[in-house]
């Protein structure tokens, strides 16, 4: 069964215009969150995690914990956050091995218009 | 700074060749990681391994084995490669191990296609 859920594979808006990445996780517990971007030819790199509260590029992402989701939001998309997000929580690993594993996403490409 | 490097960064290969990619990192990382990744797929932990001289198994470990003889390197082999195994695959590290890894650093990938 699908654990982590990110429901649009491609979502494309205008620049200015807000944006919502969403993500929805399968666990009862309060995982570790974060969120990964792979801009084009470049490699994956952390976008932000939700225990620092920080707020990147202008991207924040707020943990609901009654919902289970973890959306990436940023009010004005600009041109160069075109590329790919992965949301990524620490989940248990029910195949076996170590406790948990970081589970990613299927990824949402986001593509931002001029 | 390098971080984490891959090797080769594409090649193609014939089913059933032997094939091992390379990943070397300078951080002194103590966790490493392989994934691959396929279009609609997102990322896959193929195997990993918490600190020297320990691997395991990740989601797709099927058809391939690892080996972690030293904190640095963390070679990716496919004994013998089939058209399936056909992808991007990423290493990467993080200081902790599992369960608690922080943030991954990547390397640049290795695209592999089998033919």
């Known amino acids: 069964a699908q654990r982590v859920t990110q429901p649009e594979k491609l979502l494309s808006v205008f620049k200015g215009a807000p944006v919502e990445l969403k993500c929805n996780y399968s666990?009862?517990?309060?995982?570790?969150l974060f969120w990964y971007v792979q801009y084009s030819r470049q490699r994956l790199q952390l976008l932000l995690r939700h225990i620092s509260r920080e707020s990147i590029k202008g991207f924040t992402a707020d943990l609901n914990k009654g919902e289970t989701s973890f959306h990436l939001k940023k009010p004005f998309a600009q041109e160069e956050d075109s590329a790919m997000y992965y949301c990524a929580p620490h989940l248990p690993n029910y195949s076996g091995g170590s406790n948990y594993k970081l589970t990613f996403g299927k990824g949402t490409l986001l593509t931002v218009n001029p | 700074i390098a971080g984490i490097t891959q090797a080769p960064t594409s090649q193609i290969l014939a089913a059933g060749r032997r094939m091992t990619l390379r990943c070397t990192q300078d951080?002194?990382?103590?966790?490493m990681y392989w994934y691959r990744q396929d279009l609609g797929l997102g990322l896959r932990l193929i195997h990993y391994?918490?600190?020297?001289?320990?691997?395991g198994k990740g989601e797709v470990p099927d058809g391939y084995s690892v080996s972690r003889a030293n904190t640095d390197d963390f070679p990716l082999t496919l004994a013998s490669a089939v058209p399936s195994q056909t992808s991007v695959y990423f290493c990467?590290?993080?200081?902790?191990?599992?369960?608690?890894?922080?943030?991954?650093?990547f390397g640049e990938g290795s695209r592999l296609t089998v033919l």
């Open positions: 990467a590290s993080s200081s902790l191990g599992l369960p608690n890894t922080g943030e991954l650093f």
């Open positions: 951080m002194r990382h103590n966790a």
């Open positions: 666990y009862s517990g309060s995982p570790e």
């Open positions: 391994s918490n600190t020297a001289g320990t691997t």
